[in-house]
């Protein structure tokens, strides 16, 4: 589902009273999905709603309202937003789970801070979903930790997300560890194929 920080269909959030806020927090919580939608399309940019947007996401069924909440958080964009994020990360949901990629992927300096506990998350499923969240981070960055992650990563499929990620903004510094990667992982031969492939693309090869 696509997310766009600046939508002029959504109204300035700075501009609402404080009446109108109160009563776009309450009415998260209506039994009317619209009425619950608008609410959260007009507390986009309020940080201060970022607490009551988080709890309203998750208790959320309806799809357009969940994404018109996400969408809100996203456009906050601060390290609260962040939080209530990334949990999502873990839901069994597919849409969810990419929804929450989407909204954290805009928000690159925002996640950077969290990525070194995500990368070294118990869950691979979720080391894999985090090589994705620093493809938007400066390039040395990315290269930094991602290759920090392939240097201790014993699981093929998050090295191969690793390596997609810095065959597209990895640095050179990244070859010395691409090369250790596809040798430890020889007997696995996509992965060397890939580790190669990459190292050809940063070197203005492939």
């Given at each position: 589902m696509?997310?766009?920080?600046?939508?002029?269909?959504?109204?300035?959030a700075a501009a609402l009273s404080a009446d109108e806020f109160a009563a776009h927090i309450a009415a998260?919580?209506?039994?009317?999905?619209?009425?619950?939608?608008r609410g959260a399309r007009a507390l986009a940019g309020r940080a201060e709603a970022v607490a009551p947007l988080a709890v309203a996401l998750g208790v959320e069924a309806n799809s357009r309202v969940r994404e018109a909440i996400i969408t809100a958080l996203m456009r906050i964009g601060n390290a609260a937003s962040v939080v209530a994020l990334v949990p999502y990360l873990r839901s069994q949901d597919a849409g969810q789970r990419a929804a929450a990629i989407e909204a954290l992927q805009a928000l690159p300096r925002e996640i950077s801070p969290f990525l070194t506990a995500l990368l070294a998350d118990g869950d691979s499923?979720?080391?894999?979903?985090?090589?994705e969240l620093?493809?938007?981070?400066?390039?040395?960055?990315a290269t930094r930790l991602l290759c920090g992650l392939l240097s201790v990563?014993?699981?093929?499929?998050?090295c191969a997300a690793a390596i997609d990620v810095l065959a597209e903004v990895g640095t050179d510094d990244a070859i010395p560890v691409l090369e250790q990667c596809g040798r430890r992982f020889?007997?696995?031969?996509?992965?060397?194929?890939?580790?190669?492939?990459?190292?050809?693309?940063?070197?203005?090869?492939?």
């Open positions: 696509p997310f766009v920080k600046r939508d002029t269909a959504i109204p300035s998260l919580g209506s039994r009317d999905p619209e009425a619950r939608w499923d979720v080391r894999i979903l985090a090589t620093a493809r938007n981070l400066p390039a040395a960055e990563e014993a699981h093929p499929n998050v020889a007997s696995t031969p996509f992965l060397p194929f890939a580790a190669a492939k990459a190292i050809a693309l940063i070197s203005g090869e492939g």
